[in-house]
């Protein structure tokens, strides 16, 4: 299993050693990983967080990989970014992407009118499905926006913080944005993520649930890449013994890996 959402030292949020990951992922015994750390360009909360050092970051990982590589690493190191989408500054996106030579780009949303669903501000003033239904509504103008990316990060990520999380959260309940989210991703060739963070906070489910998962396989789908989101070497792959049994159930029966952004399937064991 390759485990392709990870973030170190490079993402404002993480002060993690790229060599421990990589440990981390040997000692979990992982066939390979791919870096993705964070660009949120226009990040109000706080300013500049998330302006990430693209090239100092390539340098780093690259030549990591390149000298574990001579040294016999049984772990193929891959090099992505998880680019925060907002339709303002999707041609300033886009210049980086097409700019870089990454492995994978995660198209995720983190800013949602100017504030990030992270932060308790969102919810003000909002019933709690107004908010989740607010967040869904930008994931739809991300993708209408020309946003260049792979896979659209965890979907539901909003679940992780609203007031009562995922407890009345259902698919069901969004339906028709969710399904309108999922066909617009399968008609412009991009994938999804399943994202395992959620079991990390205490959602019982992965982002997204597993009845998304089900329903992207439904409608078409067929390109999505795993990760766990960590930040923490002691993060990497988390609960991923879960993850066969998800995407079978599903109905899936292979998952994506991504080598200078082309797609290839590696088959469930």
């Keep these: 299993m390759w485990d392709q959402h990870m973030h170190c030292m490079f993402s404002g949020d993480s002060d993690a050693d790229p060599v421990l990951m990589i440990k981390s992922a040997i000692n979990k015994g992982l066939d390979g990983i791919c870096f993705t750390d964070h660009l949120d360009y226009d990040y109000k909360e706080e300013p500049g967080l998330f302006d990430l050092d693209i090239a100092a970051y390539e340098k780093r990982i690259k030549r990591l990989a390149i000298a574990l590589k001579e040294k016999g690493c049984p772990v193929n190191i891959h090099w ?3 680019i925060g989408l907002q339709p303002h500054i999707t041609d300033k996106n886009n210049e980086v992407t097409k700019k870089y030579p990454f492995d994978l780009v995660i198209g995720s949303s983190h800013v949602v009118n100017g504030i990030d669903p992270y932060y308790p501000v969102f919810y003000k003033g909002k019933t709690e499905h107004e908010a989740y239904t607010e967040y869904f ?6 993708l209408h926006s020309g946003a260049d990316f792979d896979v ?6 909003v679940v992780r913080y609203g007031p009562d999380k995922n407890k009345y959260y259902s698919y069901e309940r ?3 944005i969710i399904d309108a989210i999922l066909k617009e991703i399968i008609s412009q060739g991009k994938g999804i993520e399943l994202n395992t963070a959620g079991f990390k906070y205490g959602l019982g489910h992965p982002n997204p649930t597993e009845d998304v998962l089900k329903r992207y396989h439904e409608l078409g789908g067929e390109i999505i890449t795993v990760g766990a989101d960590a930040h923490k070497p002691e993060h990497v792959a988390y609960d ?11 109905g899936f029966m292979y998952y994506t890996v991504f ?3 082309v797609p290839a399937f590696i088959k469930l064991l």
Aim: aromatic share 12%.
């Design 80 to 82: 992505g970014i998880e």
């Design 137 to 142: 509504e930008s994931i739809l103008d991300n």
């Design 152 to 157: 659209y990060g965890h979907i539901d990520y």
């Design 174 to 176: 969004y339906a028709d």
């Design 240 to 250: 991923f013994d879960k993850v066969s049994n998800i995407l079978k159930d599903a």
């Design 259 to 261: 080598e200078n952004r």
